[in-house]
């Protein structure tokens, strides 16, 4: 497995703001995501971080909402832009260490008021 | 039809038996399967991946992959009060590239 630290761990923010969470991995990945969890429900996909390209958004996310940065193999931030209290989730980076299987980060709750 | 269905339950066991948590996936082409536990307030950590059709057993779990019928489920022998938690059925799909979580079965394991 790889050691998966995420910054914040948790805020709470006011809307229209932004937040940006970091994502750091011990080791050198290819693949790295970004997903949210909302209160109860599972895991919901919103973009791979690609190193050296821009992320790949799946549907329902956008760059201008959700902009990624992934500036070398151990590190990717996702910023949650002019929030609302709908963005109030967790959000988990993870990584894949091969054989298609991801590690998740401890999450950051985010509560938008 | 959602990609990957599981029973949200809860699923309620006594101390000691056997929890069975199961799960089905559309996408017939899939070859890598997973079962995470997320306990609340935590993140989902890896239990067990299984990739051929059969049994995989690791301790007290063990996963069960049956292709031809699309099912996927896992078995915890000797549950314990600490097994309470949400376990996610996790399928990598090839069409699109990218790994499909169910919406979790909440497991309660009373003591």
């Known amino acids: 497995s790889a050691v998966i630290s995420q910054k914040p761990s948790r805020d709470i923010c006011q809307r229209g703001t932004s937040l940006t969470i970091q994502c750091q991995v011990d080791?050198?990945?290819?693949?790295m995501f970004w997903y949210r969890q909302q209160p109860g429900q599972s895991l919901t996909l919103i973009a791979t971080?690609?190193?050296?390209?821009?992320?790949?958004?799946e549907s329902g996310f956008v760059i201008d909402k959700f902009p990624i940065s992934r500036p070398n193999l151990t590190f990717s931030t996702l910023t949650v832009s002019n929030m609302s209290p709908e963005d109030s989730s967790i959000y988990l980076c993870?990584?894949?260490?091969?054989?298609?299987?991801?590690?998740f980060g401890p999450g950051t709750r985010l509560l938008v008021l | 039809q959602k990609e990957v269905e599981q029973n949200s339950g809860p699923l309620s066991v006594p101390e000691g038996a056997i929890a069975s948590l199961n799960c089905t996936y559309s996408?017939?082409?899939?070859?890598?399967f997973f079962w995470y536990r997320q306990y609340s307030g935590k993140s989902p950590e890896l239990i067990m991946s299984?990739?051929?059709?059969g049994d995989k057993e690791d301790g007290r779990f063990t996963a069960q992959l049956n292709k031809a019928s699309q099912y996927v489920s896992l078995l915890i022998r000797d549950s314990q009060p600490s097994d309470s938690a949400t376990y996610l059925c996790?399928?990598?799909?090839?069409?699109?590239?990218?790994?499909?979580f169910g919406a979790g079965t909440r497991l309660f394991v009373k003591a």
């Open positions: 299984i990739y051929s059709n």
């Open positions: 993870s990584v894949d260490l091969g054989e298609e299987t991801q590690y």
């Open positions: 080791s050198q990945v290819t693949m």
């Open positions: 996790a399928v990598f799909n090839t069409g699109g590239f990218k790994t499909i």
């Open positions: 996408d017939r082409g899939s070859q890598s």
């Open positions: 971080a690609n190193q050296g390209s821009e992320a790949t958004y």
